[in-house]
């Protein structure tokens, strides 16, 4: 006896589809909304959101959301620049419109490492940076 309705108008066709990545745009330079925007710079600033959300903090995001840093501020740089790449892959992956990354560098100076990549996304690919402050 099956247990789900026969017949359903879920399709293979209709469960995979894309959702569109139209959504507001946040100026920069002002912090405040201005217009729309979509495609490849939708991306752009859903990396950038990405890197200044901790992962697992705020309830208002998703468990998805974010990136796991805090952990890592305070530890030795050798161990940071270590744990970066699987954890920037890691929270970049969760968001369907980014195929994958290549090109990922991570440099460090004094207290801060610096990691350089390149986002393939379903739009084109695109770089990227992250800086981290208060690495030993």
Known sequence: MPTLPQGSLLTEETASQLQPSL???INPNTQRLEGTTDGIEAVRQAIEILFHVERYRYPIY???SG???EDLLGQDRAYAM???PN???DALLQDDRILGI???TCTG???TVGVSLTVHTIYG???TQLELNEMR
């Open 23 to 25: 959504t507001f745009h």
């Open 62 to 64: 998703a468990p998805s």
């Open 67 to 69: 990136i796991q840093l």
């Open 82 to 84: 270590a744990q970066l």
């Open 87 to 89: 954890r920037i892959r």
């Open 102 to 104: 290549s090109d990922l």
């Open 109 to 111: 100076e004094g207290d």
């Open 125 to 127: 690919d695109t770089r």
